[in-house]
């Protein structure tokens, strides 16, 4: 059974454009949430998170939206780049202590921005 | 430089040959974790070790040991290869504590094959 569903597998918007990645989750005892962002070649990357006691965290043009009653969470790039073009991973979390615990992924988001 | 360290980066070998995939961290971290990113199925936890003293498994453990003798270490054993093992390996560490405690810093990827 698949712990964090995502969606859409694939975006293409134009330069400008806001792309939104939506997530969705079952176990109300995640406690963290974070995207990655993957370049080809590349290993992933944290890109932001957010906990479940805030609605919305910022930062530059990534924005995470934490729904919890819904047991939804989405990124939102403003004004996307070039640049941004990448895959993106949704995950979630039950920390154990001060520290990670066992880490569910979604399936990813390959997202293309055309210039 | 902070980094994580995979070895060797791509590797063919045949069914049911042991091998190890190495991993080594030069950032002090406690929480250490390997992952298999498959097409269309995103990245899959594998096993994850959350200190030198407790590892448990993820998402998808079997075929799979690892071993924690040391902070800085965590070997990805396969002890006898099937062609259904074929993926892209990653390890990735964190730091366990303190504020960030839960940014995962990605190695570069072990690019298995099994014939």
């Known amino acids: 059974q698949q712990q964090v569903k995502q969606s859409p597998q694939s975006l293409i918007v134009q330069k400008g454009g806001i792309p939104i990645i939506n997530c969705a989750y079952e176990?109300?005892?995640?406690?963290?949430f974070p995207w990655y962002q993957q370049f080809p070649g590349k290993g992933p990357a944290l890109l932001i998170a957010?906990?479940?006691?805030?609605s919305e965290k910022k930062e530059g043009r990534f924005t995470i939206s934490f729904n919890k009653s819904a047991k939804q969470f989405s990124l939102h790039i403003m004004d996307s780049q070039p640049g941004d073009s990448a895959t993106y991973f949704c995950?979630?979390?039950?920390?154990?202590?001060?520290?990670?615990?066992?880490?569910?992924f979604g399936r990813g988001t390959q997202l293309t921005v055309w210039p | 430089e902070a980094q994580v360290t995979q070895n060797p980066r791509y590797l063919i070998t045949v069914t049911g040959k042991k091998l190890t995939v190495t991993c080594s961290q030069n950032?002090?971290?406690?929480?250490m974790s390997w992952y298999r990113q498959d097409p269309g199925l995103g990245l899959r936890q594998i096993y994850y070790?959350?200190?030198?003293?407790?590892?448990d498994k993820g998402d998808v453990p079997e075929g799979y040991k690892v071993s924690r003798k040391e902070k800085r270490n965590f070997p990805l054993i396969l002890e006898s290869p099937s062609p259904n093992q074929t993926s892209l390996y990653f390890c990735?560490?964190?730091?366990?504590?303190?504020?960030?405690?839960?940014?995962?810093?990605f190695g570069p990827g072990t690019r298995l094959t099994v014939t």
């Open positions: 995950a979630a979390s039950i920390g154990r202590g001060s520290t990670l615990g066992r880490l569910y």
């Open positions: 176990n109300t005892a995640f406690d963290y």
């Open positions: 957010i906990r479940p006691d805030v």
């Open positions: 990735a560490s964190s730091p366990g504590t303190g504020g960030i405690s839960y940014e995962q810093y």
């Open positions: 070790s959350m200190n030198v003293e407790v590892t």
């Open positions: 950032m002090n971290h406690e929480y």
